[in-house]
């Protein structure tokens, strides 16, 4: 009998040591907590040189993790959003505003797939079926706008005081003192406590309801339950944007401060950003400047975004990156950091950035490029490639963005040609060859005559000229050769749209310079 006591105590004490391992083996996986302020650009932020707003709690962040200083999002919320789950550009997987179509793969599908829990909390508007965010990949959820549109039967916003949410398929309306965001948060924090005391790895994407409009009042503003007009208005009142970063960033301290509290800190990478540019009127100060928000438009100012991620006794503390990067980034890397295999068939158009993260040099990208349009459409689509100096439009407008950042001025280059000649009433046209490695524009007397950038270039110059000598301007830029725009031979159709795909365009000029004389 004793030894049988004895042997049962063992086994039981075995099984014990087993369990434990086994959690403790799966602990060894990374967390990931992905955070994406709604309407937020780079320029709200203090650790990236703004100074409008106190943002202590992101700068901490920033202090002890790695800030990016050239990411780029979409310009409006749901193309983001699509893009940043992923992995793929809009051009060949953009359906309509709204909606992400089933029949993506996210990384939610991913993580669940290997074994991570996983959560959704925020903002969703990516389909009206209650089961779109299980569909999507994502086991646990606390969102707004699934079933409800953004304002209840008055025309009143539902997502900040007297909240209406979704949690885990159950439609709720909460009492008028209640905060949509903190209910959403710590909705988020029951997550992680609950992850960890079950010993599994968990991936929260948290799409923020801040900083979105109407601008109003936070719980922790002085005018809280004094004023309820702001959320009957689409905008509000700007003058509250301040008080929302402020609690948007507070909430982000939380989250890093529940992870401190279970000792979990440094097995968790805790990523930092921004779905598109600050949204108008609002007007922030970045490094003495004024940056004037531009949600919805291609410019910096829409798409610039910021990037910070931490991740202690890994990611080197108070490190500057200044490497492209483009949301559909996002999805290689958080699964290269969990060692989850990306499929070969989604045929991602992601480079993962996660070998940067860890002080390695990395496949850093060259260029970004970019399909938007919020319809879906192709005729109302904006498409550019960028760096981090240059952009060049499919249309041909090329801008040097850091000296003309709202694109007012399209950039014409060095000039490679110039002459005086006498030319007679004979010379109708000149002749520059091929383009095919630059954007050319043609000068006479001062007066621009045309720019091309790809092809056969032939200018009509017969009302240009004078009689005698005429000063005749060739103006070239090839900065952005061999890499801006990804195109090749291989084709891939999808949605309907062609994108062309892993390849180069060269930009240039081919051949002599041919004034065509014509009888």
Known sequence: MIKLKVFTLYFVFSLLIVSYNVKAQDNTKPNIILIMADDLGYETIGANGGSSYKTPE????????????HC????????????????????????????????????GHLFKDAGYA?????????????????????????????????TDSTGRDNRYP??????????????ETDYGPDII???????????????????????MVLTHCPFSATPDSPEWMKDDSTVMTYKGQAHYFEDMVEKMDKIVGEINHKLEELGIQNNTIVIFTGDNGTDTPIVSVLNGREVAGAKGKTTDAGTRVPLIVKWPNTIKANSINENLIDFSDFLPTVCEAASIKVPDNLDIDGHSFF??????????RKWIYCWYSRTGKDSQAKVFARNQQYKLYESGEFYEVPNDDKEKNTFAGEIIYKTDVDVFDTIT???????????TELYINGAKVGKHWYGKAVYSVADFLKKGQNTIEIRYTSVLANYCMSL????????????????????GLEGPIKLLHYK
């Open 355 to 364: 070998p940067q993260l860890v002080g390695e040099k990395g496949d850093a």
């Open 118 to 150: 996983t959560c959704i909390t925020g903002k969703w508007q990516l389909g009206k079926d209650p089961a779109s965010p299980q569909q999507a990949g994502f086991e646990k959820h606390c969102l707004w706008q699934i079933r409800e549109g953004k």
């Open 488 to 507: 090749d031979n291989k084709m891939t159709n999808r949605w309907t749209r062609t994108y062309k795909k892993n390849g180069k365009i060269s930009i």
């Open 185 to 207: 948060s710590e909705y988020g924090l029951d997550f992680i406590e609950k992850s960890h005391e079950d010993g599994k790895p968990f991936l929260w994407y948290y799409p």
């Open 162 to 175: 007297m909240p209406t949410l979704e949690i885990d398929g159950n439609l709720k309306t909460y009492a």
């Open 72 to 107: 780029y999002a979409q310009p409006l919320c749901t193309p983001s959003r699509v893009k940043i789950m992923t992995g793929i550009y809009n051009v060949r997987n953009y359906g309509r505003f709204g909606k992400l179509h089933t029949s993506q793969t996210t990384f």
């Open 429 to 439: 046209h000149i002749d520059l060859g091929n383009v095919n490695e630059g954007i």
């Open 58 to 69: 992101i700068d901490r962040m920033a202090t002890n993790g790695m800030r990016f200083e």
